[in-house]
Nanobody
Framework: QVQLVESGGGLVQAGGSLRLSCAASGNFFGINTMGWYRQAPGKQRDMVASVTNLGYTNYADSVKGRFTISRDNAKNTAYLQMNNLKPEDTAVYYC??????????????WGQGTQVTISS
């Protein structure tokens, strides 16, 4: 069983910063891509940023230049540094990981979500 545990959400004013963490635990061979998604009320869940196990990153246009994704492979942990936050960044942020559960098997896992609220 694999678990993703997120932390770091909260309430900040516009222009502020937050850092989210996502730690993977359990029995697995390794982790391929780790990513952050977000879902605002009444909207679909959208990709925010992702990082491969080789360090290649991808960002949604709306967060480029403000958010930075990183990971520590030794700790099976991904981070999302969010700067210059805007009210429209308010959402529940979910961690996602493509986990190699065996030599030939991959499976996607989701965290429980962490609330990020930006006040204007």
């Amino acid at each position: 069983q694999v678990q993703l545990v997120e932390s770091g959400g909260g309430l900040v004013q516009a222009g502020g910063s937050l850092r989210l963490s996502c730690a993977a635990s359990g029995n697995f061979f390794g982790i391929n891509t780790m990513g952050w998604y977000r879902q605002a009320p009444g909207k679909q869940r959208d990709m925010v940023a992702s990082v491969t196990n080789l360090g290649y990153t991808n960002y949604a246009d709306s967060v480029k230049g403000r958010f930075t994704i990183s990971r520590d492979n030794a700790k099976n942990t991904a981070y999302l540094q969010m700067n210059n936050l805007k009210p429209e960044d308010t959402a529940v942020y979910y961690c996602n990981a493509e986990v190699r559960t065996s030599f030939a098997t991959r499976r996607n896992y989701w965290g429980q979500g962490t609330q990020v609220t930006i006040s204007s």
